[in-house]
């Protein structure tokens, strides 16, 4: 066949887009592998159960992640009872270990060990209430006494068993925790189990189950959805740009090759389908190893999105083959497509072509290649005009099509510019004979001096905008944050997820204690705070349901428990922040206190899990945590993105050094030194680099100037545009060194 | 197999006029030589006659057939299986071996020629045993004798060659014209060799894209002669 004696004699010369299908298959493969996985999970500690009974489920919108509502242990025993099923009732439990809270556990009953199948590894179930059952990884053995804490306060235990679970397991739970669910283990039918609970209650099984997933894992979950999904779109599209990219690029450096096949007889219709053969050869194979790579890759992404605190410590990569086909499928469709666009251009080949050695091209522009330039410009320039009027939540979105369209435009309208750009960047090296040689091969090849520097654009252009987008983004925000707190020092948690009992106790101030409470089923953010004597609520709440001074509310508490609150107030928006306000200490002592706002005199040494921040530090970790997420993302996507693009920029100038060995051959056999013909490739891969950056620039200053304007708009104050420019000349030098590497290096010493 | 040119012209931009309103008439099975000095248009003419480049005026009929009204796959399906051509640079493939080189036209036709053929095809130019060389791995006149085994091998009612014995010497020339001479096919050639030439039926001298001059089949000596008078002119 000869598409297969085709690839196997143009082998090195394939090499080029082999690597691109690689590149773009893996990242293809790892991203959805990531996203597939990224769906809620069972919990580990009701891996065993059939079926559980829960409180019927808040009516919120998706996008907010309020607490699970739960029965009080008076209601759901009865109900337990009729099922034969065992009460599950996480509470806060956190084992110090060394005078430090260790990582974050949960606690419950030793009874729900079951649920999870969790057993006993040495030692036996605690069988009193100053026992506990401790997982191996705490390193304790049975008869060790460990400090936990608890929302009281830490208590000292002694450790009665060690599990094979993550849990700490209790005898008892602490006062007014209440049950989240009704575990039921063994062969139930989940309809007759609904039958006997009614509408009153909502009955999970299998995969259902993930509902009862911790909120803050579920919202951790949903930042990674957002970080994997931009991950996704961003990873598509670099996949499809350079897969699209280099093997056009192919196809120009073989238009010698096509015109001599032309002259001995090959049709069009045959040099087309032979080049569709041949990508399809390579995209199969390539695409076979990208996908390994991807499923080795993912989870190892999958850690690092853990520990920057995009994913919850749960979540494991599932190998579903479905995304790993579709990622496979989507490289062969890709390289076929790509090819079959450049194979036009190729099949256009006068058969005379072969006959010319020279490689001058004299029309770099054709009519196409306007018209796709002219309208990804346009499809550019509105979605930045999207953007200048976006709202925050589509601002990315529309960003980023207008940087993809930005960069497909000016990839495809730069032979226009490289010449003079080339020009304008040799002018002080004109006078040597290596740089009249740069700058002629830069002006005669525009073509493929634009093909190399497509990736060198991507790369700098993505950077630039992701950095520069956080950076004038949170220049803007910073605009906004200047409330005065009203003290001097602030107690927060230190390694814990907030401050117990014990701890607020010995520190007067003015105690911050969020929680939720229920209205029937619709959650409502409440602030417990110190300062407030009775129940507080905002204007628009009140008005939204009908209350007054005066009017009664039944609502459900954290425990489980009914409570009826009578309002003493309504007061405007910005007076109640979370919309209502009770005294701290009606909120039930399993919620953990948020902050203590210390009296002046009152700041004493903080208890364990505790530290003492002055006022601005307050404000400014507050953002610090907002801020290291965002930067996180950014690094993420930039560091995914740019190490693909620097390979595909080394990839396209190998590709670019070995195409053109012939013409440096004639320029040694001229009487050109081996150092001559060195500096001669350096200085072009250092005008390749340099028109990709500027080019790059200039696509992602056009996106900053729509985000600026859009933030703008949103703020209603001017931002100024900010560009992280270290960053950057990073970026910008580690093209160059990559650059470098691919082009000099590779080239025969002598 | 007759191919006529009517006031054929090529332009290459504006300034270079390779071809300017040449008229020739290729008959049935005569062998036809071209001379004229470097630049003079010989390729040019060759390649349009050919098919493998497009005049910007004029016409070429081949069989009857007018080449300006087929597409390009049509121009290169007549082409494959009519039109033989051994160009000037010998523009093999280099990662073929002689033996592929040489199938390659009738392979891409979807009919490859038996082993066998592809030996004795190689063995009328003198290459009986390199079949499994790399073009890098043949001197330049092999080189030249692959690409016209490659265009004998087709059975072509017409072949046009570009200076076929440009890299050989002088016995190696007369084998390969005399190959030329008895190829059952209608012959143009293009010749800076007036032994060379002495081969064909006639001569035709091209000068600056003008056909200047035309000779009946006459003597290497009298080809020479006429050559040296008519450079002196220009
Ligand atoms: N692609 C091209 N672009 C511009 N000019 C061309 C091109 N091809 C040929 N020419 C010019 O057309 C003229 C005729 O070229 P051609 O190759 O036909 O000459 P020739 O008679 O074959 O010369 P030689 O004997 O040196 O092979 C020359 O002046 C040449 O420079
Ligand atoms: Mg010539």
Same mark, same amino acid.
């Given at each position: 066949?000869?598409?297969?004696?085709?690839?196997?004699?143009?082998?090195?010369?394939?090499?080029?887009?082999?690597?691109?299908?690689?590149?773009?298959?893996?990242?293809?493969?790892?991203?959805?592998?990531?996203?597939?996985?990224?769906?809620?999970?069972?919990?580990?500690?009701?891996?065993?159960?059939?079926?559980?009974?829960?409180?019927?489920?808040? +009516?919120?919108?998706?996008?907010?992640?309020?607490?699970?509502?739960?029965?009080?242990?008076?209601?759901?025993?009865?109900?337990?009872?009729?099922?034969?099923?065992?009460?599950?009732?996480?509470?806060?439990?956190?084992?110090?270990?060394?005078?430090?809270?260790?990582?974050?556990?949960?606690?419950?009953?030793?009874?729900?060990?079951?649920?999870?199948?969790?057993?006993?590894? !040495?030692?036996?179930?605690?069988?009193?209430?100053?026992?506990?059952?401790?997982?191996?990884?705490?390193?304790?053995?049975?008869?060790?006494?460990?400090?936990?804490?608890?929302?009281?306060?830490?208590?000292?235990?002694?450790?009665?068993?060690?599990?094979?679970?993550?849990?700490?397991?209790?005898?008892?739970?602490?006062?007014?925790?209440?049950?989240?669910?009704?575990?039921?283990?063994?062969?139930?039918?989940?309809?007759?189990?609904?039958?006997?609970?009614? !509408?009153?209650?909502?009955?999970?099984? $299998?995969?259902?189950?993930?509902?009862?997933?911790?909120?803050?894992?579920?919202?951790?979950?949903?930042?990674?959805?957002?970080?994997?999904?931009?991950?996704?779109?961003? !990873?598509?599209?670099?996949?499809?740009?350079?897969?699209?990219?280099?093997?056009?690029?192919?196809?120009?450096?073989?238009?010698?090759?096509?015109?001599?096949?032309?002259?001995?007889?090959?049709?069009?219709?045959?040099?087309?389908?032979?080049?569709?053969?041949?990508?399809?050869?390579?995209?199969?194979?390539?695409?076979?190893?990208?996908?390994?790579?991807?499923?080795?890759?993912?989870?190892?992404?999958?850690?690092?999105?853990?520990?920057?605190?995009?994913?919850?410590?749960?979540?494991t990569v599932r190998y579903d083959p479905l995304p790993m086909a579709a990622a496979y499928?989507?490289?062969?469709?890709?390289?076929?497509?790509?090819?079959?666009?450049?194979?036009?251009?190729?099949?256009?080949?006068?058969?005379?072509?072969?006959?010319?050695?020279?490689?001058?091209?004299?029309?770099?522009?054709?009519?196409?290649?306007?018209?796709?330039?002219?309208?990804?410009?346009?499809?550019?320039?509105?979605?930045?005009?999207?953007?200048?009027?976006?709202?925050?939540?589509?601002?990315?979105?529309?960003?980023?099509?207008?940087?993809?369209?930005?960069?497909?435009?000016?990839?495809?309208?730069?032979?226009?510019?490289?010449?003079?750009?080339?020009?304008?960047?040799?002018?002080?090296?004109?006078?040597?004979?290596?740089?009249?040689?740069?700058? +002629?091969?830069?002006?005669?090849?525009?073509?493929?001096?634009?093909?190399?520097?497509?990736?060198?654009?991507?790369?700098?252009?993505?950077?630039?905008?992701?950095?520069?987008?956080?950076?004038? $983004?949170?220049?803007?925000?910073?605009?906004?944050?200047?409330?005065?707190?009203?003290t001097a020092a602030v107690l927060v948690a230190d390694g814990t997820p907030g401050l117990?009992?014990?701890?607020?106790?010995?520190?007067?101030?003015?105690?911050?204690?969020?929680?939720?409470?229920?209205?029937?089923?619709?959650?409502? !953010?409440?602030?417990?705070?110190?300062?407030?004597?009775?129940?507080?609520?905002?204007?628009?709440?009140?008005?939204?349901?009908?209350?007054?001074?005066?009017?009664?509310?039944?609502?459900?508490?954290?425990?489980?428990?009914?409570?009826?609150?009578?309002? +003493?107030?309504?007061?405007?928006?910005?007076?109640?922040?979370?919309?209502?306000?009770?005294?701290?200490?009606?909120?039930?002592?399993?919620?953990?206190?948020?902050?203590?706002?210390?009296?002046?005199?009152?700041?004493?040494?903080?208890?364990?899990?505790?530290?003492?921040?002055?006022?601005?530090?307050?404000?400014?970790?507050?953002?610090?945590?907002?801020?290291?997420?965002?930067?996180?993302?950014?690094?993420?996507?930039?560091?995914?993105?740019?190490?693909?693009?620097?390979?595909?920029?080394?990839?396209?100038?190998?590709?670019?050094?070995?195409?053109?060995?012939?013409?440096?051959?004639?320029?040694?056999?001229?009487?050109?030194?081996? $150092?001559?013909?060195?500096?001669?490739?350096?200085?072009?891969?250092?005008?390749?680099?340099?028109?990709?950056?500027?080019?790059?620039?200039?696509?992602?200053? $056009?996106?900053?100037?729509?985000?600026?304007?859009?933030?703008?708009?949103?703020?209603?104050?001017?931002?100024?545009?900010?560009?992280?420019?270290?960053?950057?000349?990073?970026?910008?030098?580690?093209?160059?060194?990559?650059?470098?590497?691919?082009?000099?290096?590779?080239?025969?010493?002598? | 197999?007759?191919?006529?040119?009517?006031?054929?012209?090529?332009?290459?931009?504006?300034?270079?006029?390779?071809?300017?309103?040449?008229?020739?008439?290729?008959?049935?099975?005569?062998?036809?030589?071209?001379?004229?000095?470097?630049?003079?248009?010989?390729?040019?003419?060759?390649?349009?006659?050919?098919?493998?480049?497009? #005049?910007?005026?004029?016409?070429?009929?081949?069989?009857?057939?007018?080449?300006?009204?087929?597409?390009?796959?049509?121009?290169?399906?007549?082409?494959?299986?009519?039109?033989?051509?051994?160009?000037?640079?010998?523009?093999?493939?280099?990662?073929?071996?002689?033996?592929?080189?040489?199938?390659?036209?009738?392979?891409?036709?979807?009919?490859? #020629?038996?082993?066998?053929?592809?030996?004795?095809? @190689?063995?009328?130019?003198?290459?009986?045993?390199?079949?499994?060389?790399? #073009?890098?791995?043949? *001197?330049?006149?092999?080189?030249?004798?692959?690409?016209?085994?490659?265009? @004998?091998?087709?059975?072509?009612?017409?072949?046009?060659?570009?200076?076929?014995?440009?890299?050989?010497?002088?016995?190696?020339?007369?084998?390969?014209?005399?190959? @030329?001479?008895?190829? #059952?096919?209608?012959?143009?050639?293009?010749?800076?060799?007036?032994?060379?030439? &002495?081969?064909?039926?006639?001569?035709? @001298?091209?000068?600056?894209?003008?056909?200047?001059?035309?000779?009946?089949? *006459? &003597?290497?000596?009298?080809?020479?002669?006429?050559?040296?008078?008519?450079?002196?002119?220009?």
């Open positions: 066949m000869l598409s297969l004696a085709s690839v196997k004699a143009n082998r090195v010369r394939l090499l080029g887009s082999f690597v691109a299908l690689l590149l773009g298959v893996t990242m293809l493969t790892l991203t959805a592998l990531l996203l597939v996985s990224a769906k809620p999970q069972v919990p580990q500690r009701f891996s065993a159960t059939t079926v559980a009974v829960t409180p019927l489920p808040a +009516q919120a919108p998706s996008d907010t992640f309020p607490d699970h509502p739960r029965w009080t242990i008076a209601e759901a025993t009865a109900l337990a009872e009729k099922l034969h099923g065992v009460l599950d009732t996480p509470f806060y439990a956190q084992a110090v270990i060394d005078g430090k809270p260790a990582k974050a556990t949960a606690g419950n009953t030793w009874a729900t060990a079951v649920l999870g199948n969790t057993r006993v590894t !040495s030692g036996s179930a605690p069988a009193n209430a100053d026992e506990v059952a401790v997982p191996a990884d705490l390193g304790r053995q049975p008869g060790d006494t460990v400090t936990i804490l608890t929302a009281p306060g830490p208590r000292d235990y002694r450790v009665s068993a060690v599990h094979d679970g993550t849990e700490l397991y209790f005898r008892d739970v602490p006062p007014e925790t209440g049950v989240l669910a009704i575990g039921v283990l063994g062969d139930v039918d989940p309809a007759a189990v609904k039958a006997i609970v009614g !509408s009153q209650a909502q009955v999970l099984a $299998g995969s259902e189950l993930s509902a009862l997933e911790p909120p803050g894992d579920a919202r951790t979950r949903w930042i990674g959805m957002q970080v994997l999904t931009a991950m996704g779109a961003l !990873s598509a599209f670099v996949a499809v740009f350079l897969v699209a990219a280099t093997f056009s690029f192919s196809v120009l450096q073989r238009r010698r090759e096509f015109g001599l096949l032309r002259a001995v007889g090959a049709t069009p219709g045959q040099l087309r389908r032979l080049l569709l053969r041949e990508a399809v050869l390579v995209a199969a194979s390539a695409g076979a190893i990208g996908v390994a790579l991807g499923v080795v890759g993912a989870p190892v992404v999958g850690s690092l999105l853990i520990d920057a605190g995009v994913e919850p410590a749960s979540f499928l989507t490289g062969i469709a890709v390289a076929a497509a790509g090819v079959w666009i450049a194979s036009h251009r190729a099949a256009r080949v006068r058969p005379l072509e072969a006959l010319r050695v020279a490689e001058a091209e004299r029309r770099p522009m054709t009519r196409s290649r306007w018209i796709g330039g002219v309208l990804a410009a346009a499809i550019g320039v509105l979605a930045g005009v999207a953007t200048a009027s976006a709202d925050a939540l589509s601002m990315p979105t529309y960003a980023g099509l207008t940087a993809m369209a930005l960069v497909v435009a000016m990839s495809l309208l730069s032979p226009v510019v490289v010449p003079p750009l080339a020009r304008v960047l040799m002018a002080p090296l004109s006078r040597s004979a290596v740089g009249l040689l740069v700058r +002629q091969n830069a002006a005669t090849a525009a073509r493929r001096t634009a093909a190399t520097a497509a990736p060198v654009l991507l790369t700098v252009a993505f950077t630039m905008l992701v950095t520069g987008m956080v950076a004038t $983004g949170a220049s803007a925000y910073a605009a906004r944050r200047a409330d005065a707190l009203p117990t009992q014990a701890v607020v106790d010995g520190s007067p101030g003015i105690v911050l204690k969020p929680t939720t409470v229920f209205l029937g089923r619709e959650p409502l !953010s409440v602030m417990g705070s110190s300062q407030t004597t009775g129940l507080t609520v905002s204007e628009t709440l009140a008005a939204k349901h009908g209350w007054k001074w005066g009017s009664t509310v039944e609502l459900t508490v954290a425990s489980g428990a009914k409570v009826q609150w009578t309002i +003493q107030d309504v007061l405007p928006d910005r007076e109640v922040p979370l919309g209502v306000q009770v005294p701290a200490h009606l909120v039930p002592p399993s919620v953990l206190t948020q902050a203590v706002y210390l009296a002046a005199d009152g700041v004493k040494a903080p208890g364990l899990g505790a530290k003492v921040l002055s006022a601005p530090d307050y404000a400014a970790q507050a953002d610090a945590e907002e801020d290291r997420l965002v930067w996180t993302f950014t690094l993420i996507l930039v560091g995914m993105a740019g190490g693909f693009t620097l390979i595909a920029v080394a990839n396209t100038l190998l590709m670019a050094t070995r195409g053109r060995l012939n013409d440096l051959l004639v320029l040694r056999k001229a009487g050109a030194t081996a $150092g001559q013909i060195r500096r001669l490739v350096a200085a072009e891969t250092a005008v390749v680099v340099a028109i990709g950056a500027a080019l790059g620039m200039v696509v992602a200053t $056009g996106a900053l100037l729509a985000i600026r304007a859009g933030l703008s708009e949103q703020m209603g104050l001017p931002v100024p545009m900010t560009v992280p420019w270290p960053t950057i000349g990073v970026t910008v030098a580690l093209c160059l060194v990559t650059g470098f590497a691919a082009s000099v290096l590779p080239l025969p010493r002598r | 197999m007759t191919i006529e040119l009517r006031s054929v012209t090529k332009t290459y931009g504006e300034k270079v006029t390779a071809l300017d309103g040449v008229s020739a008439s290729f008959a049935e099975g005569t062998f036809t030589a071209i001379m004229g000095p470097s630049g003079s248009g010989k390729s040019t003419l060759l390649h349009c006659a050919a098919g493998l480049d497009r #005049p910007s005026a004029g016409e070429i009929i081949i069989d009857g057939v007018s080449l300006t009204g087929l597409s390009e796959t049509g121009l290169t399906l007549l082409r494959r299986q009519r039109v033989g051509f051994v160009f000037q640079a010998f523009n093999l493939v280099s990662s073929l071996t002689a033996a592929q080189n040489v199938a390659l036209p009738r392979h891409l036709a979807g009919n490859k #020629p038996p082993a066998k053929e592809i030996t004795s095809t @190689l063995a009328q130019v003198g290459l009986a045993s390199r079949e499994s060389h790399y #073009p890098s791995e043949l *001197s330049g006149g092999e080189q030249q004798r692959v690409a016209l085994a490659r265009a @004998l091998i087709t059975r072509p009612a017409v072949l046009f060659a570009d200076e076929p014995t440009g890299a050989l010497d002088s016995k190696t020339s007369r084998g390969v014209m005399e190959l @030329l001479r008895d190829f #059952p096919a209608t012959v143009v050639m293009v010749t800076h060799d007036p032994v060379a030439a &002495s081969y064909a039926d006639r001569v035709l @001298l091209l000068s600056d894209g003008h056909m200047v001059d035309e000779l009946a089949k *006459s &003597s290497a000596d009298a080809i020479a002669a006429k050559m040296a008078t008519m450079e002196a002119s220009c």
